[in-house]
């Protein structure tokens, strides 16, 4: 079974550039949920997508936003980038809701400059 | 809301030693419990999972964890440490009603000879 795939691997954007990550979850699987990690904040949590539908927003500004696709593809954008968006963006997947374990991709690694 | 603490930012150990990475929890109720690890550049992979039952949970590699509720505590460990462990590990807690993962901020384990 295929895993959690993320492209870009790799991006570099400028400040006030936009962007968009996506992710594709493992088959069968309808959470998508988006995190970003950065050294100094670890692991925080942006929002998660069930069956088309923003189930948990993190505390992020609007300018990052999501969406999830009837084939549970997620994508994430953020407009207006700011050099602090720098981080790698983590997706995870999961079959339905909080007991079953996440999957993650390998993340897209986002540089603004 | 749930809450994760993991106190040492960096453990060093020999190798053949035995390792133990601490991870305290705050949940109101029965919470589901992770360790994931993560190599430099890549994406988290899960170690082990406590959702019920027995507190003491093997995984992948060796690592085994003990869910203790009284001291909110869900302790990573293995009795001998390979170089190849050499990673980051975060331990994280979901609750019932679909609620997000939420991770701590990760102990980065260096192996020395």
């Known amino acids: 079974k295929a895993g959690v795939t993320q492209t870009p691997r790799y991006l570099i954007k400028t400040r006030g550039q936009q962007v968009t990550l996506s992710c594709s979850p493992i088959s069968g699987h309808r959470s998508v949920s988006w995190y970003q990690q950065t050294p100094g904040q670890g692991l925080q949590f942006l929002f998660e997508?069930?069956?088309?539908?923003?189930?948990n927003k993190g505390n992020f500004p609007g300018r990052f936003s999501g969406r999830q696709f009837s084939n549970s593809r997620s994508e994430m954008n953020v407009s207006t980038l700011e050099l602090g968006d720098s981080a790698l963006y983590l997706c995870a997947s999961r079959l339905q809701g909080a007991n079953t374990e996440a999957f993650f991709g390998q993340g897209t690694r986002l540089t603004v400059v | 809301a749930q809450s994760v603490t993991q106190p040492d930012i960096h453990i060093t150990v020999s190798e053949g030693a035995s390792l133990e990475l601490r991870c305290n929890y705050s949940?109101?109720?029965?919470?589901?419990l992770f360790w994931y690890v993560q190599s430099p550049g890549q994406g988290l992979q899960l170690l082990l999972k406590?959702?019920?039952?027995?507190?003491l949970v093997q995984g992948i590699k060796g690592f085994e964890a003990e869910f203790k509720r009284s001291q909110s505590s869900f302790n990573l460990r293995k009795p001998s440490v390979h170089w190849s462990d050499a990673a980051e590990y975060f331990c994280?807690?979901?609750?019932?009603?679909?609620?997000?993962?939420?991770f701590g901020k990760g102990t980065r384990l260096s192996v020395i000879a």
């Open positions: 997508y069930f069956s088309e539908t923003q189930r």
């Open positions: 949940y109101g109720a029965t919470p589901y």
């Open positions: 406590y959702f019920s039952g027995d507190t």
């Open positions: 994280a807690v979901g609750g019932s009603g679909n609620t997000p993962l939420v």
